[in-house]
């Protein structure tokens, strides 16, 4: 059965830092890409960062670049991301995703976690 399940999202200051884990299980994790994605209330699902099998080659979007780095740990099953200069803007339920490529299409995605919520608040 194939499980991804986030953790570590919590309450944190403007300026703050958070990292979030994604531990996976029922497939061969070091074979996939892996990404974030998030979603804020009342906003569409946003693709944040990916990284590819080895963890050579990471991504990010433009409203995360320099604040967030991706990696991974492959002999643990386990993704990471961890954000530093967190913004209110940053508040969202942060979902990790596992597919063949990275990309900031949903549907490119076989396996999603059910999410961890952050939120940016003084």
């Known amino acids: 059965q194939v499980q991804l399940v986030e953790s570590g999202g919590g309450l944190a200051q403007p300026g703050g830092s958070l990292r979030l884990s994604c531990a996976a299980s029922?497939?061969?994790?070091?074979?996939?890409?892996m990404s974030w994605a998030r979603q804020a209330p009342g906003k569409e699902l946003e693709w944040v960062s990916g990284?590819?099998?080895?963890?050579?080659?990471?991504y990010y979007a433009d409203s995360v670049k320099g604040r967030f780095t991706i990696s991974r740990d492959n002999a643990k099953n386990t993704l990471y991301l961890q954000m530093n200069s967190l913004k209110p803007e940053d508040t969202a339920l942060y979902y990790c995703?596992?597919?063949?490529?990275?990309?900031?299409?949903?549907?490119?995605?076989?396996?999603w976690g059910q999410g961890t919520q952050v939120t940016v608040s003084s």
């Open positions: 995703a596992a597919g063949e490529l990275v990309s900031d299409v949903p549907d490119e995605y076989a396996y």
């Open positions: 029922g497939f061969t994790f070091s074979s996939y890409a």
């Open positions: 990284i590819y099998s080895d963890g050579r080659d990471t």
